[in-house]
T-cell receptor, first 112, second 116 residues
Framework: DAKTTQPTSMDCAEGRAANLPCNHSTISGNEYVYWYRQIHSQGPQYIIHGLKNNETNEMASLIITEDRKSSTLILPHATLRDTAVYYCIVRVNNNAGNMLTFGGGTRLMVKP | GAVVSQHPSRVICKSGTSVKIECRSLDFQATTMFWYRQFPKQSLMLMATSNEGSKATYEQGVEKDKFLINHASLTLSTLTVTSAHPEDSSFYIC????????????FGPGTRLTVT
């Protein structure tokens, strides 16, 4: 699976949009971009994933660049409960490729 | 979304004893389960991949005789830390792959192991 690069940490004001970038310049054509987050002392929580089109769900939006070498996770109105480590992972989405490889992630601190 | 549970959530044991951690998929059948370990301020590291009815596949550097994995049913995998030592103290997290449909992975809440 392709490696990803994320900033180590970010701050965001409560109520503002949090934009978390991820670089995945070696992504292959059949690899998806996945985002998970981990709140302190809990298991990771799935947020969103996409292949090439932008995606939106009740939690977040995912913007993938046209060349697919980078993406941005957007939390439109961050709350204090969104403070967590956010992991960007790229992987194929089939039987063989379901192992998730976690990098360092971005530690997002939402401040009042 | 799908639910994965782990038991116990926290365990403290003495050095030299063995500890069993259970991972259950509550509303789907998981042909594959994954076990991760996470040390403080570090990311999750995959320890092993557990397939129902067959032997687990261990990542490099993970001792299969120390971390015994059993995946006897489609909803249960167990990780036994044998002869635990203080350096085994960690946060152990399992995930389960929905083999029936989406193939997505769902994570358990984790088990905090402290070896004294």
């Amino acid at each position: 699976d392709a490696k990803t690069t994320q900033p180590t940490s970010m701050d965001c004001a409560e109520g503002r949009a949090a934009n978390l970038p991820c670089n995945h310049s070696t992504i292959s054509g059949n690899e998806y971009v996945y985002w998970y987050r981990q709140i302190h002392s809990q298991g990771p929580q799935y947020i969103i994933h996409g292949l090439k089109n932008n995606e939106t769900n009740e939690m977040a939006s995912l913007i993938i660049t046209e060349d697919r070498k980078s993406s941005t996770l957007i939390l439109p109105h961050a709350t204090l409960r969104d403070t967590a480590v956010y992991y960007c992972i790229v992987r194929v989405n089939n039987n063989a490729g379901n192992m998730l490889t976690f990098g360092g992630g971005t530690r997002l601190m939402v401040k009042p | 979304g799908a639910v994965v549970s782990q038991h116990p959530s926290r365990v403290i044991c003495k050095s030299g004893t063995s500890v069993k951690i259970e991972c259950r998929s509550l509303d789907f059948q998981a042909t594959t389960m994954f076990w991760y370990r996470q040390f403080p301020k570090q990311s999750l590291m995959l320890m092993a991949t557990s397939n129902e009815g067959s032997k687990a596949t261990y990542e490099q550097g993970v001792e299969k005789d120390k971390f015994l994995i059993n995946h006897a049913s489609l909803t249960l995998s167990t990780l036994t830390v044998t002869s635990a030592h203080p350096e085994d103290s960690s946060f152990y997290i399992c995930s389960a792959r929905d083999g029936g449909g989406s193939l997505e992975q769902y994570f358990g809440p984790g088990t905090r192991l402290t070896v004294t």
